[in-house]
C-alpha cells in the first residue's frame, strides 16, 4: 500500500467518506488526519456520522455495473428506491423494482418514504432586484445635447410666458403696470418682476434693433432673475439625479494625489499637491513638461470617472493616482508615471 | 452579454439564486449580501461572460462564496445536534417542516447537491461543474442525503 501524503490524500478521502477503505488503509488514513488536523476538520464538515459509525458495510459499487442487469433484493432495494427517484433506472429495471415491491407493505412504505425526500421548492422572492440591475449609459456627446436642449426650450418658455414693456432705448424709461415711469437701473427688487414683464416681448421679437435695446435696458441684477427663473423651470437641468452612484476607487497605499473638484479647482491643479520628491524642487525641469503633465493627468481623471459610468462630473468625487518618480544616478527625475485603475500615463521629463 | 441580458438575468434568477443561499445558511442577511456579491462579480465580467452560461455561472460564484462563509462558521458539534433533536420532535406540523429540519443536519457539500438536484432540475454533471466535485461524488452524496432524510423522516414518525 502507498503511503498517504498531502499530495495524494485526496485519493482516499472519499474512499474514507463512503467506508470503502480496507483495514490497512483506514489505521494510514486515521493516522494522516491526526497529524493533520486541520484537513481532518475539513473532512468532518462534509460527514453527517461520527468517524466510528461510518457504515462500512453499504457500497455503491454495484451501481457502477449495469442496474438493469442486477437483482433486487433486501440489501440492494433502498438503492434501488433512490436510483428510480433520480431517473437513474432503465425501464426494465424499474419494472423489475415494481415487481420486488409487488404487495409488500413494507416495501412499499419505504419507498413511499423515499418519494417524499425529494424537496418542493418554496416560492421565494428577493427584494432586492431593482438594486442589482445596471442601465445603458448613452455617450457624451449625447447627454450633452440633450442637457442644452433642455436649457434652450425652459429659456424660450420662460420668455414667452413673461409679458414685458419694452422702453423706446436705453434711455427711456420703463413704464410699469401702475403706469409710473422708471429708469431700469432704479428698479427696487419688488420692481425688478415689473421690469422683466417689460422687457421680455422685446427680447423675442425678429427686430435686431429693439432686441439689442431690451438687452441693454437690463441690468446685471435683471439678467441674474431671468437666470433664476430659467433654473426654477427647469430643474431637470441642473438637479439631475444618476442612478449609477460615484464609485470611489480603492486607497493605495503608495505615494497618492488627491485631485479636487474637477470643475472649480482642476485647472489649478498643481505640483503643490504632488508627491514630496516633486515639491522639493528636484522635478520636471520646464514648465511645459509641468502643463502637459497636468492636462494628461486631468484626462486620465476623466476618462477615470467616465468609465465608471459617471453621467455627469458636476458631482464631488475623488480619485486617487500613483506616483512613480524614476530618477537617475545624481537623483534628478527623469520619468514620471501617473497610474490609476484605469490605466497609466508614461512621461519622459526634459533635462535641465 | 449586454445591460439587457444581464438585467434579465437578475429578473431570471436573483429569487432562486437568494432562495438556494438562504436555504443553506439560514441567514436572510448573509444570503442578501451574498446575492450582491454575486451579481456584481459577474457585472464586473458582464462582457465576457455568456448569456447562455450565466445561470451556471451565478450559482457557481455564489455556491462557492456559501461555502467559505460555511467553513469560516463551524458547524454544531455532533452532542450539539442529538441534543437539539431530542427537543423538537413535538415540534412539527408537516412533512415540510420535517425535511427543512433534516436538510440543515446535512453537511455543507450534500445539503447544496440535494438542493440543485431538486430545486433547479440540475443533472450530475452541471451539479459538478458548479461545485467542483466530480460527478461520481454529487451522485454518493444525493444518495447519502436521501438515506439520511428518509431515517430523519422515518424517526420522527416512529416518535409521533
Known sequence: MKKIHLHNYKEFAIDYMVGQLSA?????????????????????????????????TKSFSHLKKEIAH????????????????????????????????????????????????KLVPEHTIYQHKDSLKKTERRPLLYRRLITTASTLTAASIILFALIFVLPESGQTPITLANNTSIAASDTTPQ?????????APKLLENNSTQKSVAEAALTPTHKKEIKKQITKASPTVTKQKYSTPIVTLKKREAKKINLPHPTLELDNMALAQSPPELQAGKHIAVEEDKNILRTQTRKLFYSTVLAQGVKSINRMAETELDYDVIEDEEGNPIRVIVK?????????LAQR | MTVAEYNLCVEDYADSIYRFVKKNLRDEHRAEDIIQDTFTKMWEKHETVNYAKAKSYLYTTAYHTMLDIIKK?????????????????NQYSDL??????????LPASQRSSLMLRDYEGYSYKEIEEITGLKA?????????????????????????
Do not use: W
Not at chain 1, 420692481?191 to 422687457?199: D, F, G, H, N, S
Not at chain 2, 463551524?74 to 450539539?80: G, M, N, T, Y
Open chain 1, 24 to 56: 490497512e488503509e483506514m489505521e494510514a488514513f486515521s493516522s494522516f488526519l491526526a497529524e493533520y488536523p486541520t484537513i481532518a476538520n475539513d473532512i468532518l464538515l462534509f460527514e453527517t456520522e461520527a468517524p466510528a459509525e461510518r457504515l462500512a
Open chain 2, 96 to 105: 415540510s417542516e420535517v425535511l427543512h429540519e433534516a436538510i440543515q443536519r
Open chain 1, 70 to 117: 442486477q437483482d433486487i433484493n433486501e440489501d440492494n432495494f433502498e438503492e434501488y428506491c433512490i436510483a428510480a427517484m433520480e431517473g437513474d433506472l432503465t425501464d426494465e429495471a424499474t419494472e423489475n423494482l415494481t415487481i420486488f415491491i409487488g404487495d409488500h407493505a413494507q416495501r412499499h412504505t419505504v419507498k413511499v418514504q423515499y418519494e417524499q425526500t
Open chain 2, 136 to 160: 461520481s461524488q454529487v451522485k454518493v452524496y444525493i444518495y447519502r442525503a436521501r438515506k439520511y432524510l428518509k431515517a430523519y423522516i422515518g424517526a420522527i414518525e416512529n416518535v409521533i
Open chain 1, 191 to 199: 420692481e425688478t418682476p415689473q421690469v422683466l414683464k417689460a422687457v
Open chain 2, 73 to 89: 462558521n463551524k458547524r454544531l458539534s455532533i452532542e450539539e445536534e442529538i441534543e437539539t433533536t431530542s427537543h423538537t420532535f
Open chain 1, 340 to 348: 490609476s485603475r484605469f490605466g497609466e500615463i508614461d512621461r519622459t
